[in-house]
């Protein structure tokens, strides 16, 4: 609760124009954002213009956020929003494309299976990714999620269902191969 209380004065510092205040949130968030960004994206640049992008939205309309609601969730919807916006920017024939070379950016995150799930959860369809990474890695709520993508509860955890199907079915094909 006290998180919510001092993110809730931050918010109002923001409103009168504290820039330091600002940095706060930009500090708070910079990192979800940015790893979040890059799932979506797959793609480093794109990611860090997208989280950049988010924050500018966010300075802009800062005053259009009502108290009362959750402000990671209205921020976050800000960053799909921002994600979105490149994803159709891109050509067609790029759109599915997962950069690996990104990933040296991140050497932990470069180990086989690791690289391999990646992977397996770009190629899930868009909707399902997104639900999927918003609650299994950034550890939204589900209702959260519906209320950032603007779709139903129901729709959420159908996506998280099938997505949660759709990984196991490819660990247990790529275990398969492992053992052959």
């Known amino acids: 609760m006290a998180i919510r209380m001092d993110e809730e004065a931050t918010i109002q510092r923001c409103k009168e124009g ?7 949130l930009y500090e708070r968030y910079e990192q979800p954002f940015l ?3 890059i799932r979506m994206l797959g793609r480093q640049q794109e990611a860090e213009d997208a989280v950049q992008e988010a924050f500018l939205k966010l300075h802009r ?11 990671s ?4 919807r800000i960053l799909i929003n921002s994600c979105y916006d490149i994803l159709r920017k891109r050509s067609p024939a790029s759109s599915g494309e997962f950069d690996l070379n990104d990933l040296a950016h991140h050497p932990s995150d470069v180990t086989g299976l690791r690289v391999s799930m990646q992977e397996a ?3 899930l369809p868009e909707r399902m990714r997104i639900c999927f990474e918003l609650f299994a890695i950034e550890e939204l709520k589900m209702e959260e999620i519906a209320q950032v993508l603007e779709v139903s509860i129901g729709t959420v955890k159908a996506s998280i269902y ?5 990984l196991r079915a490819w660990l247990s094909d790529s275990q398969k191969e492992t053992t052959e």
């Open 35 to 37: 790893r979040t960004a």
């Open 61 to 71: 309309g800062i005053q259009n956020y009502r108290s009362g609601s959750r402000f």
């Open 73 to 76: 969730t209205y921020f976050f």
């Open 18 to 24: 504290d820039m330091t205040a600002y940095r706060l």
């Open 121 to 123: 959860i770009s190629s």
């Open 162 to 166: 099938r997505a949660r199907v759709k």
